[in-house]
């Protein structure tokens, strides 16, 4: 935990110095994800979202604590963001080739029934 807490410093460090970008409010964010702070790291991701309302990170990552947070529906819209804005996003071609692989093992378990 000091660890995160040093590496958030960083970030904020790095924030306060120079304009606060996307990439450095992702980082904080995932800060306090580790931290269990989901509320924060939304907050967060918003101002990220704020400052660039496409940067695919932010929108992962919106996914992911909006998941955390029991919100299944912005999770979806999220990622379905990310998918429409940045379809070759390697984030993006991992969960498709997972989607696809989910996809072929329900349709063989399903032909063997």
Avoid: W
């Amino acid at each position: 935990s000091s660890g995160i807490n040093a590496e958030y410093g960083v970030y904020q460090e790095l924030a306060d110095k120079f304009e606060p970008t996307p990439i450095l409010l992702n980082g904080q964010a995932v800060c306090f994800l580790l931290q269990g702070k989901a509320e924060q790291a939304e907050d967060v991701l918003q101002k990220s979202l704020d400052k660039d309302s496409g940067h695919p990170e932010t929108l992962i990552n919106l996914s992911i604590v909006s998941q955390f947070l029991g919100a299944k529906d912005s999770a979806k819209r999220y990622m379905s963001q990310v998918k429409d804005s940045h379809p070759d996003h390697p984030y993006v071609l991992r969960l498709q080739e997972k989607e696809k692989i989910f996809d072929e093992l329900s349709s063989a378990l399903l032909s063997n029934r």
